[in-house]
Nanobody, 128 residues
Framework: QVQLVESGGGLVQAGGSLRLSCAARGRTFVNYPVGWFRQAPGKEREFVAASSWSGASTYYVDSVKGRFTISRDNAQNTVHLQMNTLKPEDTAVYYC?????????????????????WGQGTQVTVSS
């Protein structure tokens, strides 16, 4: 069993930066694909970014490309989401998720149903 714990959310002004972290407890998730999703009030959960099981490939939703970066710190058993140039429309609860499946392609990595473990979420609020 893998427990995921997110941290790093908060309130930031538009144009600012935050770094979210997702720490895995219980076992290593070095070879697990990891994704970040977000859900804004009144909206459906949305794929944000993902790292394939090998870490060789990363994917982003178009709205965050060039601003967000997903990275792995295998020594710390942690995945980060660096978020720069934040916009008010980035406001949401952000969730990390990990899968036991060897997901490598965008269509599967972006599908929340492919993930087995979810964190509790961390709130990101961007003020204008």
């Amino acid at each position: 069993q893998v427990q995921l714990v997110e941290s790093g959310g908060g309130l930031v002004q538009a144009g600012g930066s935050l770094r979210l972290s997702c720490a895995a407890r219980g076992r290593t998730f070095v070879n697990y694909p990891v994704g970040w999703f977000r859900q804004a009030p009144g909206k459906e959960r949305e794929f944000v970014a993902a790292s394939s099981w090998s870490g060789a490939s990363t994917y982003y939703v178009d709205s965050v490309k060039g601003r967000f970066t997903i990275s792995r710190d295998n020594a710390q058993n942690t995945v980060h989401l660096q978020m720069n140039t934040l916009k008010p429309e980035d406001t949401a609860v952000y969730y990390c998720a990990a899968s036991r499946r060897r997901l490598a392609l965008l269509n599967s990595l972006a599908d929340g149903a492919q993930y087995d473990y979810w964190g509790q979420g961390t709130q990101v609020t961007v003020s204008s």
